[in-house]
């Protein structure tokens, strides 16, 4: 089935670019070697509280690095490629995508936009439900899962000029537009996806309508308490951790974006610490090893980390009012939203009311900041449940 799913749509504007994934050996060579060299920072305190409390303990750090010795990257490799993908070349920009497209002529196209410290990789449990699912001939769907500017194979940003989150839409409804959908396609993001997202659905008339799995916003002036559930407030309890404990890298991320990206360039082990710790704590399930070392070996290999931070300027200093909680931003079209509990900001039902036009909810009692990996199957329900609900 999956050399069936290797063409474009037959309405496509602009043919894009097919491609395969294939780095060199000199560079798996180079990254082994790397790893073996690397340092491991002397015993802490810090590194030694089991709970995390402080980062990432030195005990996963050495397990972590002990198991990427071996790590197989050529297997992954031949994962990836068992994904039809392609290449645009928009404004410059090289822009890598993995598609599934149906041949059926009514099939919904759907935009899948990841976040940091994601990639497309994020997404491939969920394409191969559908991929085991539906043949193209019966497929209801068109799912196109762009890289990001600056992320893995997509290149950029543009050295010559502060990209933000404005810029990344332009793109990718450019994306969409070139592959035909631009009389509608639905959109999903998560993290700086739901940034992105909203942006979408608010300033392209071709986003029908978006399904967003994060929603940064402060409580709302005219919302009581009474109208927070009991989970919801572990919820907003969950959001207050982070807060205090886990905004350290977002900072830097935002103040010095070159300097860390830098540093997190020169060494293997250190990336794996920077990213490692984000799947250990933003996840509510728990993300084996293997799927840890996947993403980073990619960062890795395709030096994405110091090109993947740029968005996060945006936030300083910081914004008097944050993207959803403008009316700026407001989404007027069908608006579908799914509630992780460990989602970094799990915030209540009544406050994301007040962003957009809300006609779906679902509640999960299980899922953290990375849905699509953590929660596929129910990722994926809660957003065919929507597209059913609102393509017309």
């Known amino acids: 089935m999956t050399l069936e ?24 060579e180079e990254l082994q070697l790397l790893v073996k ?45 068992s994904f039809p993908q392609f290449t645009y070349e928009i404004e410059g920009l090289t822009v890598h995508l993995v598609g599934l497209f149906s041949k059926k002529k009514d099939a919904t196209p759907v935009l899948l936009i990841h976040g940091w410290p994601g990639s497309f990789l994020e997404f491939l449990p969920v394409l191969s439900f559908i991929r085991d699912k539906y043949s193209p001939e019966n497929l209801p769907y068109h799912f196109v899962v762009p890289s990001l500017p600056g992320y893995t194979f997509s290149s950029g940003p543009p050295q010559d000029k502060n990209f933000v989150c404005e810029d990344t839409a332009r793109i990718l409804n450019q ?26 659905a608010v300033d392209y008339p071709a986003c029908k309508a978006v399904h967003l799995n994060a929603c940064f916003i402060g409580k709302p002036s005219n919302i009581p308490d009474t109208a927070i559930t009991e989970s919801e407030q572990r919820g907003l309890a969950r959001a207050q951790w982070f807060a205090t404990y886990g905004t350290g890298y977002s900072v830097e991320h935002g103040t010095r974006p070159s300097t860390i990206g830098n540093v997190l360039s020169t060494s293997p082990v250190a990336l794996l610490a920077w990213i490692g710790e984000k799947f ?3 996840a509510g399930e728990t993300i084996p090893l293997e799927t840890i070392l996947e993403s980073v070996t990619l960062y890795w290999l395709t030096e994405t980390l110091p090109r993947s931070i740029y968005h996060y300027r945006e936030n300083v200093p910081p914004p008097k009012v944050r993207q959803a909680e403008d009316p700026r931003w407001f989404i007027q079209k069908p608006f579908g939203f799914s509630y992780y509990p460990m989602e970094l900001v799990p915030v209540p039902r009544a406050w994301v009311e007040t962003t957009g036009n809300l006609v779906f909810w679902k509640t999960h009692e299980k899922g953290g900041h990375f849905a699509a990996l953590e929660r596929p199957r129910d990722f994926l329900d809660d957003l065919t449940a929507f597209c059913e609900q609102v393509w017309e």
């Open 5 to 28: 799913y290797s063409t474009i749509p037959a309405g496509a504007k602009v043919a894009p670019s097919p491609f395969q994934v294939h780095v060199s050996d000199e560079q798996i």
């Open 37 to 81: 060299l690397s340092k491991l920072a002397p015993p802490t305190y810090e590194g030694l509280q089991q709970d995390r409390r402080y980062g990432i303990t030195n005990e996963w750090l050495a397990t972590a690095k002990e198991a990427w010795k071996s790590f197989n990257w050529r297997s992954v490799e031949t994962h990836i490629n």
């Open 175 to 200: 994306v969409m537009v070139n592959l035909g959908f631009e009389d509608g396609y639905v959109a999903q993001g998560g993290d700086i996806g739901s940034r992105i997202g909203r942006i979408l």
């Open 280 to 282: 250990l704590d933003w």
